[in-house]
């Protein structure tokens, strides 16, 4: 046998060991994401359609165009729910991207790995909380009469539990609750974007003369710039769906807080308590847009799926 007929049977001979065809390796891709399509269509793309079928008609099932509309923003309570939405939103974005990425570079810069980890843990734990649950817990913090922080409260001015959840600072609340429990995780995300930062390229800075906080300006923070749209756009996403946190406040408030706070306490309103749900689902369809906009402004702005050039 020739040496070139030995090495034609050597590749061509099966052999134990021998990684599966490409084909056998793609039709295995296609059985991961398959839960999760058929998930997708039955939990999202299949209620939005039905969402944007109720927003045009009306109860009987007749075209209406964009009467839904017309009607929802038309009430007295959209303008009002919205612009409650607007500030907390500012308010949570702000809190979140400042916050989140500062003790992310201290944690990754300035602290030792073992302590690191440890506040990393802590920060989380607020996370592993459900929402009804957490706000349980600052139902407890926010009472002057029961709270570890009573002094606190009541050198504000704020004597009573109405006092506290008082209109004007309901947004500042719904923040706080929403930073205790969602800024954690985001925290130990964007500790490992730092981490995936070379060394070589810090260790360059340093050597130019670069101090830490020269350091995260204009290398760490520019360096994961996509992870930081990434988190906004997510944080964007949950801010417009508030609903369990003033829903509990405004029970445990005894009416003190309006049940069409937020967006989608007004959609319930709709849906079950007038029994409207082409409205509600009208509500639900701006909803949808403003945050398909507020995405793609940020992922047009941001290049956030541009491919790094190799």
């Known amino acids: 046998?020739?040496?070139?007929?030995?090495?034609?049977?050597?590749?061509?001979?099966?052999?134990?060991?021998?990684?599966?065809?490409?084909?056998?390796?793609?039709?295995?891709?296609?059985?991961?994401?398959?839960?999760?399509?058929?998930?997708?269509?039955?939990?999202?793309?299949?209620?939005?359609?039905?969402?944007?079928?109720?927003?045009?008609?009306n109860d009987r099932g007749q075209f209406t165009g964009l009467n839904q509309f017309v009607k929802v923003v038309q009430d007295y309570r959209f303008g009002p729910a919205f612009t409650h939405m607007l500030i907390y939103l500012l308010l949570w974005l702000a809190a979140l991207v400042v916050l989140v990425v500062l003790v992310a570079v201290i944690l990754r810069s300035r602290v030792r790995p073992g302590a690191s980890a440890l506040f990393r843990f802590l920060y989380y734990i607020p996370g592993a909380l459900a929402g009804v649950a957490s706000v349980?817990?600052?139902?407890?913090?926010?009472?002057?009469?029961?709270?570890?922080?009573?002094?606190?409260?009541k050198s504000m001015g704020m004597q009573t539990f109405a006092a506290v959840l008082a209109p004007a600072n309901l947004p500042l609340i719904l923040m706080l609750i929403a930073f205790w429990t969602g800024a954690g995780g985001w925290m130990v995300v964007m500790y490992g974007a730092l981490n995936n930062i070379p060394d070589e390229v810090l260790?360059?800075?340093?050597?130019?003369?670069?101090?830490?906080?020269?350091?995260?300006?204009?290398?760490?923070?520019?360096?994961?710039?996509?992870?930081?749209?990434?988190?906004?756009?997510?944080?964007?996403?949950?801010?417009?769906?508030?609903?369990?946190?003033?829903?509990?406040?405004?029970?445990?408030?005894?009416?003190?807080?309006?049940?069409?706070?937020?967006?989608?306490?007004?959609?319930?309103?709709?849906?079950?308590?007038?029994?409207?749900?082409?409205?509600?689902?009208?509500?639900?369809?701006?909803?949808?847009?403003?945050?398909?906009?507020?995405?793609?402004?940020?992922?047009?702005?941001?290049?956030?799926?541009?491919?790094d050039e190799s």
Do not use: C
């Open 1 to 57: 046998m020739t040496l070139l007929e030995t090495e034609h049977v050597a590749v061509s001979s099966p052999r134990r060991g021998t990684p599966p065809r490409r084909g056998a390796r793609g039709r295995a891709g296609y059985w991961f994401v398959a839960a999760y399509t058929l998930l997708l269509l039955a939990f999202g793309i299949v209620p939005t359609a039905y969402s944007f079928y109720l927003s045009f008609t």
């Open 203 to 307: 260790e360059a800075a340093r050597m130019d003369g670069a101090g830490p906080w020269r350091t995260a300006w204009h290398i760490q923070i520019p360096m994961i710039r996509q992870w930081i749209v990434y988190m906004t756009i997510m944080a964007f996403a949950t801010g417009t769906q508030l609903f369990v946190e003033p829903q509990l406040l405004q029970t445990a408030s005894l009416g003190r807080v309006s049940p069409t706070w937020s967006p989608n306490q007004l959609a319930y309103v709709y849906a079950f308590q007038q029994g409207d749900f082409n409205g509600a689902a009208a509500i639900s369809v701006v909803l949808l847009a403003v945050g398909l906009l507020a995405a793609g402004l940020l992922v047009a702005r941001s290049n956030l799926f541009k491919l």
């Open 136 to 153: 349980l817990v600052w139902l407890f913090m926010l009472d002057p009469d029961v709270s570890p922080v009573s002094w606190l409260l």
